[in-house]
C-alpha cells in the first residue's frame, strides 16, 4: 500500500498544483536520489534543489512555507507547504504507519523512506526506519494471532 497524495492533502492543508489521485513510491529528503514517482522533502540547504528532485523522479514536495518556491516550478506540481518539514516527516510516517497498521498483505508494495537528513535525527532523537515500523508491525499482527489460536 502506498502513500498517497490525498493522504498528504489530509495533513496539509496549505497547497498548490494538481490534486488528482496519484501515489508515492519514494519519499527522500535528497533531491539526487533517484525517487520514482517521489515525494520530496526539502528540509535544508542539504536536501538540494527541487529541479534536481523533479529531474530524479519527484512528483510532488514538503516545502517550507516561509522559503520561496522557485519560479521553474511547473504550476501543476503538487507542493504541500508548512511551517516545519523536519515535524511533517514525523506525521508522514505516523499517517503511513496507521494506513499500513491492519493491513494483512504480505507481499503488498510499499512506499520507500530514504530519509539522510541529520537534521531529522537531531530534532526528532530518534530514526524513521519504515523496515522497523513495518517489522514493528508485523510482529504485532504475529501476537494478535497467536492470541486467538
Known amino acids: ?5 490525498n493522504d498528504l492533502a489530509s495533513l496539509f492543508p ?7 489521485e496519484m501515489v508515492f513510491h519514494t519519499v527522500t529528503d535528497q533531491a539526487t ?3 520514482p514517482k ?3 522533502l526539502s528540509i535544508n540547504e542539504e536536501s538540494g534543489e527541487l529541479s534536481d528532485a523533479i ?7 514538503i516545502w517550507d512555507h516561509q522559503k520561496k518556491l522557485p519560479r521553474y516550478t511547473p504550476t501543476y506540481f503538487p507542493v504541500f507547504f508548512t511551517k ?3 515535524w511533517s516527516v514525523k506525521k508522514i510516517i505516523t499517517l503511513y504507519k496507521e494506513k499500513l497498521d491492519g493491513e494483512t ?19 526528532n532523537n530518534q530514526t524513521y526506519d519504515i523496515a ?5 508491525l508485523e510482529n504485532k499482527r504475529s501476537n494478535d494471532t497467536e492470541r486467538r489460536g
Open 1 to 5: 500500500m502506498y502513500l498517497a497524495l
Open 14 to 20: 496549505d497547497k498548490q498544483g494538481i490534486q488528482d
Open 84 to 86: 516545519d518539514v523536519a
Open 132 to 136: 522497523g515500523i513495518l517489522e514493528k
Open 33 to 35: 536520489t533517484n525517487q
Open 38 to 40: 517521489g515525494l520530496f
Open 55 to 61: 529531474a530524479n523522479g519527484a512528483i510532488a514536495a
Open 105 to 123: 498483505n504480505k507481499r503488498m508494495e510499499i512506499t520507500n523512506f530514504i530519509l539522510l537528513n541529520k537534521k531529522l535525527l537531531n530534532k
